[in-house]
């Protein structure tokens, strides 16, 4: 996490001590997942990227990979994000998204591997230059995302789609 500390604390107590040690920083309370795998997908546009964090080599059932997809394009179009990162944990056939962000802080050809990060920059290429040529004079090129759109129309998340 970039200019940030991460604490691991077994108790209030230690919770408490350490936020007395953040200041004025923002502290974020989470649980730690632990679990057999984890994997990290990698999206601009639709197009998505899998890739196991742990291990090299692992997969995933076809059905757990498409539920994972279909996750993770559901939350880009609910926060109307046009690039992004997901990276899950798997427990017990159970897919926990433990984290949710831009790519590119961590995105260099010796953390990503060098065939995911000539994807992500051929398809983010790909993908500005497909954004550009679609782009028309005094229209909205903006993507709210529909999760945003719903709060304003005041619709349920479930009904999003």
Request: charged share 20%; aromatic share 10%; with cysteine.
């Amino acid at each position: 996490m970039p200019g940030g500390t991460i604490y691991r604390v077994q108790s209030p107590e230690e919770c408490f001590a350490r936020q007395g040690e953040t200041g004025c920083r923002v502290m974020l309370l989470q649980e730690e997942i632990t679990g057999q795998s984890a994997f990290r997908v990698y999206g601009i546009g639709q197009q998505l990227r899998m890739t196991a964090m742990d291990q090299a080599g692992v997969s995933l059932p076809d059905a757990l990979r498409e539920r994972l997809e279909a996750y993770v394009r559901r939350l880009s179009t609910a926060l109307g994000h046009e690039v992004y990162r997901a990276d899950f944990v798997i427990r017990d056939n159970v897919a926990y998204l433990v984290g949710w962000g831009t790519p590119f802080p961590g995105a260099t050809p010796a953390h990503a591997g060098p065939e995911h990060f000539s994807w992500l920059v051929d398809t983010l290429a790909d993908h500005v230059v497909s954004r550009a040529l679609a782009w028309t004079p005094q229209s909205d090129q903006l993507t709210w995302g529909s999760y945003l759109e719903g709060a304003i129309r005041k619709r349920e998340f479930a009904r999003w789609q």
